[in-house]
Nanobody, 127 residues
Framework: QVQLVESGGGLVQAGGSLRLSCAAS????????MGWFRQDPGKEREFVAA????????YYAGSVKGRFTISRDNAKNTVYLQMNSLKPEDTAVYYC????????????????????WGQGTQVTVSS
């Protein structure tokens, strides 16, 4: 079992920045990848970013590449999402997620890879 708790969401003006954090517990954090997804009401859940267990490989959705940065601190059991140059279309509830055992990096951008989800944190970007 893995427990995930996000924090850091809020209201920001377009062009601003936020950093989301996700604290994990329950399983050796450094043994698995982590992902960030987002969902706006009425829309499907969308992949945002993912990072390998070591932090050596990162993956981004095209819509956020160059603006968002995913990182992790395995000593603190925490994954981060630094969001810069925010746009109104980035408004959503952001979720961190951890995969189940036996996952493959090949499917790291797919929601079905992840078995554990946080409660979400709201990010609102005003124009």
């Amino acid at each position: 079992q893995v427990q995930l708790v996000e924090s850091g969401g809020g209201l920001v003006q377009a062009g601003g920045s936020l950093r989301l954090s996700c604290a994990a517990s329950g399983r050796t954090f450094s043994s698995y990848a982590m992902g960030w997804f987002r969902q706006d009401p009425g829309k499907e859940r969308e992949f945002v970013a993912a990072i390998s267990w070591s932090g050596g490989r990162t993956y981004y959705a095209g819509s956020v590449k160059g603006r968002f940065t995913i990182s992790r601190d395995n000593a603190k059991n925490t994954v981060y999402l630094q969001m810069n140059s925010l746009k109104p279309e980035d408004t959503a509830v952001y979720y961190c997620a951890a995969p189940g055992f036996g996952y493959s990096d090949f499917y790291i951008k797919e929601g079905r890879t992840y078995s554990y989800w946080g409660q979400g944190t709201q990010v609102t970007v005003s124009s």
